[in-house]
């Protein structure tokens, strides 16, 4: 059954008109893959993906790297957002598109199941991608389990070089998510690629929205810098380095490790099962994991011409290329490389 229609506006007046059933559908070029095909060479062969859903919270749009880019009107006088190649973005019930030089206009059909909204472009809904479009994204704690509690942090101000402390308002509205807060997150403080690094970006997320590790507190410096401190008087810290920012970068690497193994190998190696390397974090005090994956896992500090450095340790004590970790038939087998220390 017809749960919403995508009408197409072409730059010589003409218009196109297509019935959305529950699913996916590709918008392209005509003559190409695209389940929508326009008569348009101004869109990409494969340019767009919608996902409907029977309920209008749950239709989204997805640009798939398009040569002349994707837009959402956000205005009544015309002002476009621009989406980023393989971010999800919720559609709202009636949503104004421009794709490449051709017009759209999503509308959800029935009327009954909208509700009245206030939403914004930026307060769209973003995901991993839409194979993970139900997972909840939620905080962690310093351990790795699940959390409820989120922290505060608002728009990026623009002459500002880094998404923290800039706060104002919530990464969340409801249960809206500010995609642009985690895109600056992500890229600004994590160090992230947007594109290449899309499937991680709930890690930017989950930096966002987790709790300051039990043992922690934050106050504001009282010079005219009103700079954020960290201190944690158990270990004697006080740092500047946000905890959940240092976490989940240290998460992102290690994920980034584990894929381009998993690529390499051509299969998903199960979290549960590989064992971890735990370092203490000299800035902060923090256990930050580092996995130990099949083959070989070069312990140092790097920096060393030639040297390729797995798990980058920041210590006096550790040699630029220190030991060899090695993950073999579930045992972990150690090497020194010559280092200073042993």
């Not at 193994?261 to 923090?286: I, N, Q, S």
Request: with cysteine; net charge negative.
């Amino acid at each position: 059954a017809t749960v919403a229609t995508i009408s197409f506006q072409y730059p010589d007046g003409g218009v196109a008109s297509f019935e959305l059933e529950v699913g996916e559908y590709v918008v392209g070029i005509s003559g190409g893959p695209a389940d929508i095909p326009i008569e348009s060479k101004s869109l990409s062969r494969k340019h767009a993906r919608l996902k409907i859903e029977s309920t209008p919270d749950n239709c989204f749009i997805e640009d798939l790297n398009s040569t002349n880019k994707s837009s959402i009107v956000v205005s009544d006088d015309g002002s476009l957002f621009q989406l980023k190649p393989y971010i999800i973005y919720k559609l709202l019930p009636k949503t104004e598109l421009l794709l490449g030089e051709v017009g759209a206009l999503f509308e959800f059909r029935d009327s009954s199941k909208i509700q009245s909204s206030n939403e914004t472009v930026h307060q769209i809904e973003l995901s991993r991608g839409f194979a993970h479009q139900s997972d909840s994204l939620y905080g962690l704690d310093q351990t790795g389990h699940a959390g409820s509690s989120e922290l505060g942090m608002s728009d990026l101000r623009p002459e500002s070089t880094s998404t923290e402390f800039t706060t104002k308002g919530n990464v969340t509205n409801g249960d809206k998510i500010n995609h642009q807060l985690i895109l600056d997150h992500a890229i600004l403080d994590l160090g992230m690629d947007p594109t290449s690094d899309n499937e991680l970006l709930w890690i930017s997320e989950l930096s966002l929205k987790m709790p300051i590790p039990e043992g922690w507190s934050e106050s504001i410096s009282p010079d005219q810098t009103h700079q954020r401190i960290y201190t944690n008087d158990v270990e004697g810290v006080q740092t500047v380095d946000r905890p959940q920012t240092v976490i989940c970068r240290n998460l992102y690497h290690e994920s980034k490790r584990k894929l381009a193994l998993e690529a390499v190998l051509g299969l998903v190696l199960d979290d549960e099962w590989l064992p971890r390397l735990l370092v203490v974090d000299a800035a902060t005090g923090l256990d930050l994991f580092h996995y130990i994956l099949p083959g070989r896992n070069v312990v140092g500090k790097g920096f060393k011409a030639g040297a390729s450095v797995d798990i980058r340790v920041a210590s006096a004590a550790c040699s630029k290329a220190h030991a060899l970790l090695e993950l073999r038939g579930g045992r972990v087998l150690v090497t020194d490389l010559g280092s200073t220390n042993g």
